[in-house]
């Protein structure tokens, strides 16, 4: 663990909840090995809280990251936003610079080096329609899969699908139809009592599940595939 100084740089965690984040854990174990002078924290930011925190951020210059549910809000409420984020509408990280935070979305680029291992073949099927739903779309606009979406809300569905039909994405509701990689983009299994984000007759010729909620021991759903 990073050793705390007067002098260390803190580094942020924003998202509700945030209690089950091993990113502190993983953050401050590289900060430890480089040598670093600087300590990364967890803060639970409820949803009416959001703007004022990412003020005060700003005002004192704190960099980090965001989670689930804030993703879509902080890219609307960040006065700059790098090009990634504001095609996808979603930050997950961001740093102070002259005065300002900007954000990024970084999260495209992670899931694909995750996923690329794994040969996910297409269709996609993704359940969820927030922040990280918008990183695998697309990423499977990068790939060139057909990307059918699932959600609870079928107006947020039908949102979605068209969102990622105008950033290029060849996306439709899930019609039931057969997929080869099923991907969680929902807060399902951050507790260990949530249900399944996909029914085990849903998965059917499924070939690769990918959970982009972590959890120690992985998720009930990924055991269970």
């Known amino acids: 663990m990073a050793k705390i100084a007067a002098s260390s740089r803190p580094l942020v965690l924003i998202g509700d909840p945030v209690a089950h984040s091993v990113s502190p854990v993983m953050y401050n174990t590289a900060i430890a090995a480089l040598g670093l002078d600087a300590v990364y924290f967890a803060m639970r930011t409820e949803k009416s809280a959001l703007p004022h925190v990412l003020r005060a951020l700003e005002?004192?210059?704190i960099a980090g990251n965001v989670t689930v549910p804030h993703k879509v809000s902080?890219?609307?409420?960040?006065?700059r936003v790098t090009s990634a984020a504001k095609e996808l509408g979603a930050v997950n990280t961001f740093?102070?610079?002259?005065g300002r935070l900007v954000g990024d979305n970084t999260e495209v680029r992670g899931l694909l080096d995750a996923l690329t291992p794994l040969d996910p073949e297409g269709p996609w099927l993704v359940n969820g329609t927030g922040g990280a739903a918008r990183a695998v779309a697309a990423a499977a606009r990068k790939v060139g899969v057909p990307l059918l979406v699932?959600?609870?809300d079928r107006e947020r569905c039908a949102q979605f699908v068209a969102w990622a039909r105008d950033l290029g994405v060849d996306g439709r509701q899930d019609d039931g139809s057969p997929v080869g990689t099923a991907l969680?983009?929902?807060p399902l299994g951050v507790k260990s009592t949530d249900g399944l984000p996909f029914s085990e007759e849903r998965m059917g010729e499924c070939k690769t599940a990918f959970d982009l909620v972590y959890a120690r021991?992985?998720?009930r759903w990924i055991r269970i595939c």
């Open 74 to 79: 902080a890219a609307k409420l960040l006065i």
């Open 184 to 186: 969680n983009a929902t």
């Open 59 to 61: 005002a004192v210059g």
């Open 95 to 98: 740093w102070p610079e002259g």
């Open 150 to 152: 699932q959600s609870r």
């Open 217 to 219: 021991g992985e998720t």
